[in-house]
């Protein structure tokens, strides 16, 4: 008798984005004028984003952190959670070589939710504070920064004072990871594409695209499980 195969789902998901990648990999050497572009001018873009957005959250939707800032508890959460992402954000969980899954995506959406997406955008400045500290052979990046402020003030337009479900987290963190993991991200900016550079930017697509599901329930987990210990603790 043939010993019965365990089908390994951890296995497939990484075999299944394999698949995928060595499809999409041509596309991409086919876009390399595109590309190439985006990476010229992408600082600008993103400037222009960022400036967009939060043009768009001031004027448009009327937020404001003028109260927030008045208060010491914004400053005592805020601490709260920069400690939780400093602390998970070292201890990732690697199954295989895509699915990598870094608890610490956790903190930002619990706080967008709870303070809006003004006070986010300020927390994403601090997140990427903290992670150039904790790494200090990393390199300062404007574009970065941006990207990480402007993850919080897409977080707080989608979960600030609505009601939270995993459908909503899902489009969040799809949008999320297009806007500030994909789309700005620098790519090439020299005269030929590599295959390694291809590889790395199939990857980087295709992982921020088919994570997304897996994320999105890790976020709709915490979200859930703050509000639940917002409400005991309100209670006593």
Do not use: W
């Not at 930002?108 to 601090?126: D, H, R, S």
């Amino acid at each position: 008798m043939k010993e019965e195969q365990i089908y390994n789902p951890v296995a497939g998901i990484n075999q299944m984005i394999t698949d995928i990648e060595s499809f999409v990999n041509p596309m991409i050497f086919r876009l390399q004028p595109v590309i190439r572009l985006m990476g010229m001018i992408n600082i600008y873009l993103v400037i222009a984003a960022f400036s967009a957005l939060l043009c768009y959250l001031i004027f448009i939707r009327k937020h404001s952190i003028r109260l927030k800032l008045r208060d010491h508890r914004t400053y005592i959460f805020a601490g709260v959670m920069i400690g939780i992402y400093a602390f998970l954000t070292e201890t990732p969980i690697k199954l295989g070589p895509y699915i990598n899954l870094n608890f610490a995506l956790i903190a930002m959406p619990i706080f967008a939710k709870k303070m809006g997406p003004l006070m986010a955008c300020i927390f994403g400045v601090l997140q990427y504070g903290t992670s150039f500290v904790m790494h200090s052979g990393e390199a300062f990046s404007l574009t970065t920064l941006l990207l990480a402020a402007m993850s919080g003030m897409l977080y707080g337009r989608f979960l600030y004072a609505r009601k939270t479900t995993y459908i909503r987290c899902l489009y969040t963190k799809f949008i999320v990871n297009m806007v500030c993991n994909v789309l700005f991200v620098p790519m090439i900016m020299g005269d030929s594409l590599t295959m390694e550079l291809a590889n790395a930017i199939t990857k980087n697509i295709v992982s921020n695209i088919v994570l997304v599901p897996l994320q999105a329930l890790l976020i709709y987990a915490a979200l859930s499980a703050y509000k639940k210990v917002e409400i005991a603790l309100s209670e006593d």
